[in-house]
């Protein structure tokens, strides 16, 4: 009886494995402390990083108010299954962000381009929209410093249909 449960357990814990792959495959979140995420020029001093509880790593990085243009960070997922992925973005919202911050959404199909509004819907994941991502590393979201301060948190990628 004592081996059959045991036999049972190790059933339990090798499916719980299994599962827990699998959904790790078809969500993918990432941080600025994750692979994946990259900010241009990250020795310049227009990066501030600010510890929250409420961002993806418990701390996110801002743009201490500048507009320029040429400073982004992008969230690169490693795709494993190809198909089409809800992406979501997180921000940390105060009336003194971004009210247009841009953002880019590469895709197996090409290029999105939105304007997000960080003054609301903070610590939420907000849908950006669904697009088709390939196997490997082609795809990222990429958001850009606009003016107001302009919070990069996390990203989500979370697979809708193969
Ligand atoms: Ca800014």
């Known amino acids: 009886m004592k081996r059959r449960m045991s036999a049972l357990l190790c059933l339990f814990v090798l499916g719980f494995v299994v599962t827990g792959v ?22 310049s001093s227009f990066w501030r990083g600010t510890a929250h509880k409420d961002a993806l790593n418990g701390s996110y990085y801002h743009d201490n108010q500048y507009d320029r243009p040429d400073l982004y960070a992008t969230w690169t997922p490693t795709i494993t299954v190809s198909g089409k992925y809800n ?15 841009l953002v880019h ?32 590393t082609s795809g990222y979201v990429r958001l850009y410093s606009s003016p107001g301060y302009t919070i990069f948190d996390g990203v989500r990628f979370q697979l809708v249909e193969e």
Do not use: C
């Open 22 to 43: 699998a959904a790790a495959d078809t969500v993918i979140s990432i941080g600025i402390k994750d692979p994946g995420f990259e900010r241009s020029d990250p020795a």
């Open 105 to 136: 959404v590469v895709h197996k199909n090409g290029r999105a381009e939105f304007q997000v509004n960080q003054r609301e819907n903070g610590a939420q994941w907000n849908l950006l929209g669904q697009f088709e991502f390939a196997v490997g």
């Open 87 to 101: 992406v979501y973005m997180r921000w940390i919202a105060h009336p003194n962000r971004s009210s247009a911050a």
